[in-house]
């Protein structure tokens, strides 16, 4: 897997950017995208200031990484965001911010980013759902929603995209310390680490752990797969 060429969507902070800086660690060339300018200063590692949902700007930065470094191999949506509120006060501006990014953002990435994953029949797709869908946590309804929308997404376009060699795989994190969550009361979280198997925050070492096995090109007979971690269901 060396010379590996991975898109990271959101990689400015949180988990994109432990990605990010994970993946340049070992070897990789690593390709990331945020509405901001990044911090990691590194010579495999290019990034490019887009919103996800807006399609011309997504077109544009995915020619630009064809013209320049031919290929892609790896896709991983990262980039999200989320609604921690409950559904009578939740605005419609926000409905409309989570699902363009969220859903939208995704889909754009995913179709465009295919469009050169087919050309090596080896590519990989993962993507970012949440607990908050099967624990169906109140206060996340528009959250929940986007990310339920994401797993049918992956699930079929795991099926679209398998004669390109196309692998589409969703990790379901449960909460790790990151921006995403700190404005979540401490009570709340623990009563969601509670509902899981195993009780104790995510860490991004777990995230990287689940990538790295659907990416690997061993795993080219996994596809359409959800992995909640910390013992969701």
Same mark, same amino acid.
């Given at each position: 897997m060396d010379n590996y060429k991975i898109l990271i969507t959101g990689s400015r902070k949180? +988990?994109? !950017? =432990?990605?990010?800086?994970?993946? #340049?660690? $070992?070897? =990789?060339y690593v390709f990331g995208c945020s509405r901001g300018e990044t911090t990691i200063e590194h010579k495999n590692y290019v990034h490019f200031e887009v919103d996800i949902s807006n399609e011309k700007s997504i077109k544009s930065m995915i020619s630009s990484i064809k013209t320049k470094y031919q290929s892609i191999d790896v896709l991983i949506n990262n980039a999200?965001? *989320? @609604?921690?509120?409950?559904? #009578?006060?939740?605005?419609? /501006?926000?409905?409309?911010?989570? #699902? /363009?990014?969220?859903?939208?953002?995704?889909?754009?990435?995913?179709?465009?980013?295919? !469009?050169?994953l087919k050309k090596s029949k080896h590519g990989r797709i993962v993507n970012f759902c949440t607990v908050a869908t099967?624990? $169906?946590?109140?206060?996340?309804?528009?959250? *929940? *929603?986007s990310k339920a929308a994401v797993i049918s997404l992956t699930q079929i376009l795991a099926k679209? &995209?398998?004669? &390109?060699?196309?692998?589409?795989?969703?990790?379901?994190?449960?909460?790790? /310390?990151?921006? #995403?969550?700190? @404005?979540?009361?401490? !009570? $709340?979280?623990? $009563?969601? +680490?509670?509902?899981? *198997? +195993? !009780?104790? =925050?995510g860490k991004f070492e777990d995230v990287s752990n689940v990538i790295d096995f659907f990416i690997s090109p061993d795993s080219d007979f996994i596809t359409g797969q959800i992995l909640y971690l910390g013992g969701v269901s």
């Open positions: 949180g +988990i994109g !950017k =432990y990605l990010a800086e994970y993946y #340049l660690s $070992k070897g =990789y999200g965001i *989320a @609604s921690m509120n409950h559904s #009578l006060l939740t605005p419609t /501006k926000t409905v409309e911010r989570v #699902l /363009k990014t969220n859903v939208l953002g995704l889909y754009l990435c995913c179709r465009e980013v295919a !469009k050169i099967p624990l $169906k946590l109140e206060g996340e309804a528009i959250y *929940a *929603a679209e &995209f398998s004669d &390109f060699g196309i692998t589409v795989n969703c990790i379901g994190p449960t909460p790790i /310390k990151t921006d #995403l969550i700190r @404005s979540v009361p401490d !009570k $709340k979280l623990k $009563k969601l +680490i509670n509902q899981q *198997a +195993i !009780k104790r =925050y």
